[in-house]
């Protein structure tokens, strides 16, 4: 395997600069600059320190990092064609294997295999190809989109790069073949011969960022300059032929838009003419519904307040300590309802038009352009053992088969546990892929996630009408049988290969020591236990044996481009018999795909899920900066192809460009059927997140989320609504803010951050803010502008001009490639604002619902998209102690918000008062169990002493709680009818709801207020995706009973309610004076207390007698001691033998 060093130096060397001041300490890097050294021994910018941008600071120090000359690094200032030189350093950067890090070299492995099986899509790393004629040669030719080769000469003689650079260089410009001197025009026909003219590369004295950038530099006219001097970006939109982002951002004259050299600018006559539609719309909810919900509502407060007045003027004498610990827990209850219920009160439905969509963005434009902005998904997976590879393959494989522009999309797997088991899984999908996705493009498949697909029990022949797709789907199956079989035998795979090539390195090193000792005793040699990838070299991230800079918290960064990105015009399929299916008329480009494992280092924080993506945000933001963001676990997978335009039609509606994301619900696989555990959640989701869709918007639940990349970046939405401070500010304030929004410019009010009366965006302090990046600093302005909507209607402000976006994507360098390497390393957000203010918010286990609350502070809004086709699908915890771990961290998070600074009681005044107790609420929910044990253990206490929660059980009392009762049957009646859910659904929620609470939220609150008190930070390990061991049993992990510490409680609760039942119901009837009233109410509050904890109980027996002993031990130990305890506290009156009467122990 060759290596290109972007830094020939070493970390010492890489840093003179700061070594010729011998009382500086050392610093890391904090801004790397890669360039090449030419033959003269001359540096030339190979990336971007010297751009002429006005967001550079100089308060950093630079280094220069420069490419040796090697075989496969040549200088490229010869006559070589600019075309065929871009396609070829991006074919360059697709087949290298991109590491690096803190004080370490960043190095680009060429790798001429990624994974034992043959890679044949030519997007694909690794991809075969012909070999160079060239005598003692063996080199890969260069390739087109197709995979075709690109022959430079016209006798067609097979040469590959290097071997052309030294043709061109040394020889004289003579080709091998023929001997005739190549020519320019040969080259251009070959871009010609290969269906499409090759991208052009930036012209000279111009890199890639000052073009992205063109839109703001200010050399253009002086016309286009406001009466303040500063730059009017729209105005030179529409005035002139400005470029923009990717590609020339021109209308030609005659409304097309193509590659013409029209000198006017103009809009799509199509786009005009037709009548202005909106992309979405809102439904409310029938009036005959909502208004009978919230009258019941309002009666229920009113009913709640005269009933908790009557009980506190009406004490029990007889049994106080009863009434008070009743009373006190009924308080609460009326609190957390009330906080549960008065964000319900506004419900909405929405519903988008696709078909408008695809009339603005795609229709009016030739050639199968799409002026829809970019998508970068992000998934993420920590440990391959915990969540199996095949899981996150399928996922990807949904992601790049979905229907969106192929161009516009990127897919990035971030694997935070380095491990080279999901590396080779994530480039065996990739392979399949180039199956995969042209077959459900060919056949409109759905789902596009082939496990699902082909496990599926609806008939998979319904509406298909091409007479080749029962012969191609049994292919496909085959193919994706074989293919599972690769991806579970990789972890054998991988460890036959590092054990073979381990006992090589030592057969060498004992062959060595024999040499080099003379026939002297020596000693073993121990060699690292290395893991190797599939070309014979070691892997950079996580080894099987752990070993320094090789361990999950210790290894460089990676990235590697699987896939690199596609060509920009629709690329056909043939009929090739030698291929499994006929792609005529198929689309068979795929989307960019890039692996990336951030750098770890022990003394870092890493932040867990939070920090890993905000290294996929920077990241991206370099490679392809998609203005949009969607992000999946690994095991959520698209079930819906068209989720991402549904999202798109919110963001590019009328005031989209306020929309900070839009999130889906989240739907599961895998559920029994009666639904135990309430795993579906279909409360929260459809209940809770559609009346919050009615306020400010809903909370974010961490994954099936579209973002708008500026919300993410903590910048304020734009046209902020201004608020007053206080009565005090009504008047100075208010004149001195308007004045100065009137004077700011359009672009940096949407690049607006903080809440500090200087409107004017100053750019220069990004870095502080961002990080030392120019690259990632100069890309905030690029994806705000192309993340705005179309100008198309008068109403839509901060939009943009229709066909901007439909030019060409930029081909890869291996200097952006090497940069973004660059940000995820572990020091990069050292002194920045990632984590604080910029990205995932960090501090908590529920990062995800902090930074949508922060994103809510700032005045930003959320939209919930419920599909007619589930959107998204993955799988959840059937199994009863991982479901309670899994809320126990949820609960966890709710605690640690509400112990900070994200509290609801502190939010801004542009959040809604009913979204802040929404928030409010989600921090509070956990404290609800020290009341509900207590008040599940008062029925028993009630039993045990004879006494209840009243004096009697009189009329008023009886009323008062039918009247709460059937109020509250009543509004789960409206609940379900607007909502759509089942009344099993409903009570499942009920039961887990006082299950959760007396177990995990109980050991919430005291986790989280160990961390606030004592500092003791709180560990979680990951909610494991793969089933039981019974494969024939699809609910094999629901019968599954694992003893956890959480169950202690509940058990507890149920143990003690059936020993009061017999104890009380034994006093009464050997009593001399039976107290019925008291029996009856307590015995129908310990039945309310064992109907809610069935489900767990039922959990708890398993199947075929498989419950632990432990689970019986702890419930009669338990038991028993709180009888005898509570025995000797109150004995019964009489003689010693006796409870109660008559009654007498055998």
């Not at 350093?89 to 960043?106: A, K, P």
């Not at 990717?246 to 199509?270: L, Q």
């Not at 961290?889 to 929404?918: C, D, H, Y």
């Amino acid at each position: 395997m060759e290596s290109k060093h972007y830094n020939s130096h070493s970390s010492r060397s890489m840093m003179s600069d700061v070594d010729s001041q011998p009382n500086k300490p050392s610093i890391p890097p904090t801004m790397v600059t890669f360039g090449r050294r030419t033959s003269s021994g001359r540096y030339i910018s190979y990336s971007r320190d010297d751009l002429d941008s006005e967001i550079g600071s100089g308060e950093f120090a630079n280094y220069t990092v420069h490419i040796p000359p090697t075989p496969d690094n040549q200088p490229m200032e010869i006559s070589m064609d600019p075309s065929i030189s871009a396609k070829v350093e991006e074919q360059y950067v697709s087949n290298s294997l991109f590491t690096g890090g803190f004080n370490s070299v960043t190095r680009a492995h060429l790798m001429d295999k990624v994974i034992d099986s043959d890679a044949n899509h030519p997007q694909m790393a690794g991809a075969k190809g012909s070999s160079c004629a060239v005598h003692g040669c063996d080199s890969k030719l260069m390739t087109d989109e197709r995979g075709n080769d690109i022959l430079p000469c016209e006798c067609d003689f097979k040469i590959c790069r290097d071997c052309y650079l030294d043709a061109v260089k040394t020889g004289g410009g003579i080709c091998p073949g023929c001997k005739d001197p190549y020519r320019t025009i040969d080259l251009d026909e070959v871009g010609m011969d290969t269906g499409k003219s090759l991208t052009l590369p930036p012209p000279n004295g111009m890199s890639k960022m000052e073009r992205r950038l063109s839109l703001m530099k200010s050399t253009k006219s002086v016309l286009m300059r406001s009466q303040t001097g500063d730059f009017e970006q729209n105005r030179w939109l529409y005035e002139t032929k400005g470029t923009y982002g990717y590609g020339n951002a021109i209308w030609p004259k005659d409304g097309r838009i193509g590659n013409g050299g029209d000198d006017e600018v103009g809009a799509p006559s199509e786009l005009i003419s037709k009548p202005w539609r909106p992309l979405t719309r809102k439904l409310k909810i029938p009036a005959a519904i909502i208004s009978p919900y919230r009258l019941l509502i309002l009666v229920r407060m009113v009913v709640l307040g005269l009933f908790l007045a009557w009980r506190i003027n009406h004490p029990n004498n007889d049994a106080i300590w009863l009434w008070g610990m009743s009373v006190v827990c009924e308080l609460w209850f009326a609190f957390s309802w009330l906080l549960d219920q008065l964000p319900k009160l506004c419900p909405i439905n929405r519903s988008t038009d696709l078909a408008v969509l695809k009339e603005k963005f795609e229709e009016p434009y030739l050639d199968g352009k799409s002026d829809l902005p970019g998508i970068d998904v992000f998934v993420s997976t920590a440990d391959p053992e915990k969540e199996p590879p095949l899981v996150t393959a399928n996922t990807i494989l949904s992601i790049l088969a979905a229907d969106y522009p192929v161009e516009k999309l990127s897919c990035y797997v971030s694997d935070d546990g380095g491990a080279l088991l999901t590396f080779e899984a994530m480039a065996e999908a990739a392979s399949f892929a180039n199956l995969w996705v042209p077959f459900c493009r060919k056949h409109s498949i759905e789902p596009r996630n082939p496990e699902s697909y082909f496990n599926s029990k609806r008939d998979p022949y319904k509406n298909k009408v091409r007479p080749d797709f029962v012969k191609e789907r049994r292919r496909v199956k085959r193919e994706y049988d074989e293919f599972k079989v690769r991806i579970n035998g990789l972890p054998d795979s991988i460890r036959r290969r590092s054990d073979a090539f381990n006992s090589r390195e030592e057969f060498k090193a004992m062959k060595l020591q024999k040499q080099n000792a003379d026939d002297e005793t020596f000693e073993s040699i121990k060699v690292a236990k290395a893991t190797w990838m599939a070309d014979g070299t070691h892997w950079p991230g996580t080894w099987m044996a752990p070993a320094t800079e090789h361990s999950r918290g210790d290894h460089a960064g990676i990235i590697q481009v699987m896939l690199k990105p596609p060509s920009d015009e629709p690329l056909q399929g043939n009929a090739d018999e030698t291929k499994l299916l006929d792609l005529t008329d198929v689309d068979i480009r795929l989307p960019l795909l890039v692996y990336v494992s951030r750098e770890k280092r022990p003394g870092y924080d890493h932040n867990k899920k939070a920090g890993a993506m905000n290294a996929l945000v920077r990241a991206s933001a370099i490679m392809s900066n998609g203005p949009f963001i969607l992000n999946l676990d690994c095991d959520h997978y698209i079930y819906n192809s068209e989720a991402m335009r549904e999202g798109m039609c919110f963001m590019m509606d009328r005031g989209g460009d306020r929309i900070c994301y839009v999130q889906f619900p989240q739907r599961f696989e895998g559920i029994d059927p009666s639904d135990r555990y309430a795993n579906n959640n279909t409360v929260f989701f459809d209940v809770n997140m559609r009346a919050l869709d009615g306020l400010q918007g809903p909370v974010y639940v961490g994954t099936g989320c579209l973002f708008r990349r500026i919300a993410l970046y903590g910048f304020d939405p734009p046209r902020s609504k201004e608020h007053h401070a206080g009565c005090c500010s009504c008047c100075f304030g208010r004149r001195k803010r308007l004045a100065t929004v009137a004077a700011a410019t359009e672009e940096n009010r949407s690049l607006r951050m903080g809440d500090s009366d200087d409107e004017d965006m100053n750019l220069s302090l990004l870095p502080k803010k961002f990080g030392n990046s120019n690259l990632l600093v100069d890309s905030i302005p690029v994806a705000e502008w192309q993340g705005r909507p179309l100008a198309d209607h008068p109403a839509i402000k901060n939009g943009r001009k229709p066909g901007t976006l439909i030019g060409s994507r930029e081909p890869l360098d291996a200097g952006t490639v090497a940069e973004a390497v660059s940000v995820i390393s572990c020091w990069f957000e050292d002194k920045t604002e990632w984590g604080q203010r910029v990205g995932w918010i960090y501090g908590s286990v529920t990062e995800d619902v902090v930074t949508g609350y922060r994103m809510h502070n700032r005045g930003w809004k959320s939209v919930y998209c419920v599909t007619k086709r589930d959107a998204f699908r993955g799988t959840a915890p059937i199994n009863l102690t991982d479901r309670l771990h899994q809320v126990l961290r949820w609960a966890t998070g709710s605690v640690e918000i509400f112990f900070s600074r994200n509290n609801a009681l502190l939010a801004s005044p542009k959040m809604k008062i009913l979204q802040r107790v929404a928030y409010l609420n989600v921090g509070i929910y956990p404290f609800t169990s020290f009341f509900l044990i207590v008040y599940c253990f008062l029925p028993a206490l009630s039993l045990f002493s004879g006494q209840f929660i009243v004096q009697t059980l009189n009329v008023t009392f009886l009323v008062y709680l039918l009247t709460i009762t059937l109020t509250l049957c009543m509004l789960a009646v409206l609940e379900i009818k607007w909502s759509g859910i089942e009344l099993e659904e409903w009570w499942r929620n009920e039961q887990f709801w006082l299950i959760g609470g007396t177990s995990a939220h109980l050991a919430a609150v005291l986790q989280g207020l160990l961390k606030v008190v004592a500092g003791i930070e709180i560990s979680f390990t990951l909610t494991s995706k793969s089933g039981g061991d019974d494969v024939d049993d699809e609910f094999a992990d629901l019968y599954v009973v694992k003893w956890t510490s959480l169950m202690i409680p509940p058990i507890t609760i149920m143990m003690t309610n059936l020993i009061a039942i017999a104890v009380g119901f034994s006093r009464t009837i050997y009593s001399e004076i039976p107290q019925w009233s008291r029996l009856l109410g307590g015995v129908f509050f310990s039945f309310w207390v064992l109907a809610h904890l069935y489900p767990f109980a039922k959990g708890l027996m398993g199947r075929r007698g498989r419950t632990p002993t432990i689970v019986f031990v702890w419930s009669g130990l338990i038991a028993i001691t709180i009888s005898l305890l509570w025995v000797a506290i109150n004995p019964p009156s009489g003689a010693s033998s006796q409870i109660g009467g008559s009654f007498q122990f055998p």
